[in-house]
Structure formats: C-alpha cells, structure tokens
C-alpha cells in the first residue's frame, strides 16, 4: 500500500468523524516519523507490512471511540506538542482563547501567573512559552496528570513549577516558605453535569469523568475557585475561567456576587460563550 492509498483509506474508512483528512494526516505523520509535507511529496512510496498492521489496528481503534491523540500519544495545543495520556483531557482548540485572554492581562515585566487543574500543562506552558520572564506555577490534584505536566515542561524545555494537590491547597503547604501573590489564576476546570448525556458521546468517553464532571449542575468547582482566589491573586491580578457553552450567566453572577470587578465573558470560535473573567474583589 502506498502513502497515497492508506490516506485515501484512513478518510475513508473515518468519513463519518469531524476531520478524516487531518485525522488522516496525524496518524501517517506519526507511523512514518515525518511531516505533512512528506506526504505530499513522496505519495507513491510503500508502506512495510508491519507498518500497515499498525495503522489498521489504529483505525480499528479509532472506530471504537478511541481519540486520535490517545493513539498518537500526542496532541499540538499552541503550536507545542504536548504528550496526552488517558489520565488528562486532551487539549481543546477553544481553550486557546483562554490563553489568549490571559496573556492580554499580564502585567509587563516579570510577574507569577498560576494554571489550576493544569493536565497536560497545555494552559501553563502556552503561557510560559510566550512569556519566558512569568513564574509559571501549576496545580493537578491527580498525580498521573502532574506527572505527565512535569514530562512535558521538560520536554519543550519551558520550566515550571507543578505541585500536587486540590485547587489551591498546595499553595498552603507548611514546606513551601512563600507562595506568591499570582497576577494572574487560569483553569479550564471540570464544568460537566454528571447527568449530561454527552458524557456518553465522542472522545469524551475516554477522558477521565473527575477533569470532566462537577457537582451542583456543573458549577461546584467554579464556585470554590472564584470563592478562594482572592486570597492569592494580586490587587489588580485577574481571575480566568473556561466553562460550557451554556454556563457564561451562572459564572458571571458568581464572580459578582463575590465582588470581582470588570466581569465580562469571551467567545470561542465557534462564537460560544466560552472563557469568563473578573479582577479581584477590591480590599
């Protein structure tokens, strides 16, 4: 089978799914360790007998549920190539925009930003990317996700510092001398109603329900961070939130009714409410 061939199978066999043509690309460039651009230039060339077992058993995967980033073990957030695991929700394009909103509010010069439920790193390490000067910390209470972070940091050679722990617990840890007051707090926390019947749909099913689902209609988390965040946020420091498409009145109201000024939310790209933010409550 030539290259030209198992991509005209892989669309295909995949032409129900969202992208069969970069699905196809994906998992080509990953069998053969090369760039899109190899595709196009060589189609004609032979794929080996084990190479084209391997890619049938990943299309038999695929088929299943299987996400494409969990077969590859890789998924590109921010122009990085973060390794993804079963342990972590696999990188969103739409949480770009919280990236994006985060680094319009950064103070110019060196300050302390702070990434909570951090999995893969993707948030903290796009911000450390393109603000090397920020001491970047981040939090994930599961130990595989902090672990997998940790691997990718070093891998893109973007130093943070990952702690373990619940939310912002680790910040009150005895041994830790002094954490700082953060300029700005990111999360893309669990926002899911255990009963939404999206759980059951898609990629999602093989994602872990705790970086998924919340108590109280989706919103517990969410509550608990913007009830907690004051304290560890500078006067000025900002407040940044991911959150389902339909939550952007109930965030809202939250941060209000906490006192945090200039609350506004952000649209996807998909025009969704998407990322909602306030500034720290006045003292």
């Known amino acids: 089978m030539q290259i030209q061939q198992a991509r005209a199978h892989i669309m295909a066999t995949l032409a129900g799914g969202e992208s ?25 060339r032979e794929l080996d007998d084990a190479q084209q077992a391997t890619l049938q058993d990943w299309l038999s995967r695929r088929l299943n549920g299987e996400p494409i980033a969990h077969l590859v073990g890789e998924r590109e957030f921010w122009s990085l190539p973060l390794k993804v695991s079963p342990a972590t929700l696999i990188p969103r394009p739409d949480t770009e925009v919280l990236v994006e909103q985060a680094l319009a509010r950064l103070p ?25 000067d920020a001491d970047v910390w981040a939090v994930d209470k599961m ?36 954490a700082p007051r953060f300029a700005v707090i990111v999360s893309n926390p669990p926002y899911i109603d255990g009963a939404d019947p999206h759980l059951e749909q898609g990629d999602v099913r093989f994602e872990p329900r705790s970086a998924l689902v919340a108590d109280e209609a989706g919103l517990a988390d969410i509550r608990h961070i913007v009830a907690e965040a004051p304290a560890h946020l500078l006067a000025d420091g900002w407040l940044l939130l991911e959150h389902g498409w339909e939550q952007g009145a109930a965030v809202r109201q939250l941060l209000l009714a906490r006192g945090y000024r200039a609350v506004t939310t952000v649209r996807d790209y998909g025009d969704n409410e998407r990322v909602t933010l306030g500034q720290c409550p006045a003292c």
Request: some cysteine.
């Open 143 to 178: 130990a595989d996700a902090a672990a997998l972070a940790r691997e990718n940091s070093a891998a893109l050679d973007l130093p943070i510092q990952v702690r373990d722990g619940s939310w912002f617990a680790p910040l009150c840890d005895p041994l830790l001398s002094k």
């Open 108 to 132: 110019a010069g060196p300050c302390a930003l702070l990434d909570l439920g951090t999995g893969t790193g993707a948030i903290a390490l796009a911000l450390k990317s393109e603000r090397p």
């Open 20 to 44: 069969p043509r970069a699905d196809a690309d994906v998992l080509l460039c990953h069998l053969l360790k090369c760039r899109r651009s190899y595709l196009m230039t060589w189609p004609e």
